[in-house]
């Protein structure tokens, strides 16, 4: 293993969650009578925190949000429960990465979602404490402050670190922080060509499925 620490994010990358999101958007915009697109959304959001994606459409649209992620959380909760499931191949490569390097999660999302969130497939247990939030830093993706400050929490230099990320903000936020990004595409929310706009960000390689992650990780140098 040439890294010491390996990144993940958690939606898009650990569990299928963001179209179930996208769901919960387009649901809380409407009742603030706000209509937008979900390929809108998936464009200008994938990977930006709640912070920002409410202060980018405030902005947009010349009006506040009351309450919007208060509504939000409790929707996507249900949904969550009725639908979420980790992405196909998860619980293998974290096998087979046991021991190999240190690992840890950093997301965009909330604490209480990523809790949440994790919890539902079975993943909190094995990844806590090592699970850091954008609500924890100053500024979330695509500034680099959110990896940074996971990589000094876990104890290892930034250029000893690889990010795995589904979001172009993501991945510009690896970049930044001066480690490796290797773009992921399996989740369901991925358009054709997303592996193209990750690659363009700095990601290399992008895999597809997490069965290509430890060999994508062997042929990689820090």
């Known amino acids: 293993m040439p890294f010491d620490l390996i990144i993940f994010d958690c939606d898009g ?16 915009l409407a009742e603030d009578g ?8 998936l464009e200008r959001y994938t990977g930006i925190s709640m912070a920002g ?21 409790q929707r996507l909760e249900a949904i969550f429960a009725a639908e979420l499931r980790a992405i196909p191949g998860v619980t293998e490569m974290l096998d087979a990465l046991e021991g190999e390097a240190k690992m840890c999660v950093a997301s965009s999302g909330s604490p209480e979602r990523l809790r949440h969130a994790l919890s539902l497939v079975g993943l909190f247990e094995r990844l806590q404490p090592n699970i850091f939030s954008a609500t924890e830093v100053a500024r979330g993706k695509p500034a680099p402050d ?12 930034p250029h000893r670190a690889v990010v795995i990320e589904d979001s172009v903000p993501g991945v510009a936020a690896a970049i930044a922080a001066g480690m490796t990004a290797i773009g992921f595409t399996g989740g369901s929310h991925c358009r054709r060509g997303h592996d193209s706009r990750l690659a363009a960000a700095g990601a290399a390689p992008v895999i597809e499925r997490m069965a290509q992650l430890v060999p994508a990780l062997a042929r990689l140098q820090p």
């Open 53 to 73: 994606m409410l202060a980018d459409l405030e902005a947009r649209h010349g009006r506040s949000l009351p309450d919007f992620a208060r509504r939000h959380q």
């Open 34 to 41: 706000i209509a937008v697109s979900a390929d809108e959304i």
């Open 13 to 28: 990358v650990l569990i299928d969650s963001e179209l179930l999101s996208v769901r919960a958007d387009l649901a809380c």
């Open 146 to 157: 959110l990896f940074l400050y996971a990589a000094h929490r876990m104890g290892v230099l």
